[in-house]
């Protein structure tokens, strides 16, 4: 697999695709693809060839087009936590972040995305200078457990299901990848392209967050039960465990919003790779 590029979008481009994509919003969380999305100047609305961010071109190329008949399907992307309160609002908040970087991704290259949970004012996540610890942001967090952010996305009827987490270890040098997908007692997924996609999603993210390993494993096999976010989803869908936050190093990078920018375009190409590109796993 080759090295993923340095995809790095000028601050100005992010601004105006995240306002685009805030106003079309569609109800409380449906987001569709929008023509103004791309080349456009945002500072003066004119057109413009260098809007687009080059290493995305190579991906978004690749990506369906509205008029293929495979074209826009609907990615639902569930930001986890807390589902109590006082549930892991660290993580929740570098959750939320990760789920709008990703949406911009999908969004330019033409996909739909459905958010399971919008709580978060963009521009407090982005713009406010607030810490991901910060009361004032935490304050927004909706609690909400995982079975019903499966049905919102289930109620929008969504293709994909991406849920976005973080880890959490006593052991403060731990640090690996881990990618998640649900099967049932026999350990047979019901989905059966779960299996490269969270592979390549593992390959993806253990190479951008750099840590010690990565795994694409079935959660009944990992944890001993279903995850109930996967579980309840009609629609096939991956859970990452991107890092663990519980590592002290880890957790300053995760407090860079540059890095997290990164960790969702790892998960993006994983999606392009394996449902546009038809990579069925890493070293193909």
Known sequence: MQPLPNMHKPLKKFVFLLTIAILTITGQSGISNTDSLSGTDADTGAPSETDTPTELIDSAQTAPTPESPASAPVICLSPGHPSLEGDKYYEAIINRKVAWFLTIL????????????????????????????????????????????????????????????HNFAYSPTMNETMVFYTVDDNYRPRHTEVIPWAENTASYLGKVMETDDEYAIADMERIGFQLGVLSNAEMPGILTEASFYSNPDERARLNDDLYLEKEAEAIFRAFVDTFVRGHQSPTQ
């Open 106 to 165: 999908l969004l330019e290259a033409d996909f739909n995305v459905v958010l399971a949970v919008n709580d978060v004012p963009p521009d407090n996540l982005f713009f406010a200078n607030l810490s991901n610890e910060d009361d004032a942001l935490w304050s927004d967090l909706q609690v909400m457990p995982p079975e019903e952010k499966a049905n919102r996305c289930n109620d929008a009827g969504a293709d994909y299901l991406i849920s976005i987490h």
